[in-house]
């Protein structure tokens, strides 16, 4: 009986996860233009800092992909709490679970870099 209750919850949560994603779909998945900027100064300075002359509108569609699609099926990880050498692999792994382009990818990863060195300062 045990098993059987296992079984039916997986089985729950997986379609229940998968639903969210296939409602969510659009022309290129989740690749609305980021609405005005509107990051943390902290946010700013520190892209501007990893990555100079990146267009701040990728940082903010990093941050919108990674609260909704990332944080569609499961917790949110606080960016400091894994290193930088971790996320590549990471966001490898979970990227086509979200159903991520290459370039929502590495928007995320450019986001959750940044917004590590700003918590990081923070502590």
Same mark, same amino acid.
């Given at each position: 009986?045990?098993? *059987? =209750? *296992?079984?039916?919850?997986?089985?729950?949560?997986?379609?229940?996860?998968?639903?969210?994603?296939? &409602? =969510?779909?659009? =022309?290129?998945?989740?690749?609305?233009?980021?609405?005005?900027?509107?990051?943390?100064?902290? *946010?700013?300075?520190?892209? /501007?800092?990893? #990555?100079? &002359?990146?267009?701040?509108? /990728?940082?903010?569609? &990093?941050?919108?992909? #990674?609260?909704?699609? %990332? &944080?569609?099926?499961?917790?949110?990880?606080?960016?400091?709490?894994?290193?930088? +050498?971790?996320?590549?692999?990471?966001? /490898?792994?979970?990227?086509?679970?979200?159903? @991520?382009? /290459?370039? +929502?990818?590495?928007?995320? @990863?450019? #986001?959750?870099? %940044?917004?590590?060195?700003?918590?990081?300062?923070?502590?």
């Amino acid at each position: 009986m045990r098993i *059987l =209750t *296992l079984f039916a919850c997986a089985l729950l949560i997986t379609v229940a996860c998968k639903s969210k994603q296939k &409602g =969510t779909e659009t =022309t290129v998945k989740n690749e609305t233009p980021a609405p005005a900027v509107t990051l943390s100064a902290e *946010l700013s300075a520190a892209s /501007d800092i990893r #990555y100079p &002359g990146l267009p701040k509108e /990728d940082i903010a569609a &990093g941050e919108k992909l #990674y609260n909704g699609e %990332c &944080g569609r099926c499961h917790r949110l990880f606080e960016p400091e709490f894994k290193s930088e +050498q971790d996320w590549p692999a990471i966001m /490898d792994w979970m990227a086509p679970k979200a159903q @991520l382009s /290459d370039a +929502q990818k590495q928007k995320v @990863l450019k #986001y959750v870099l %940044c917004a590590a060195d700003v918590n990081k300062k923070g502590k």
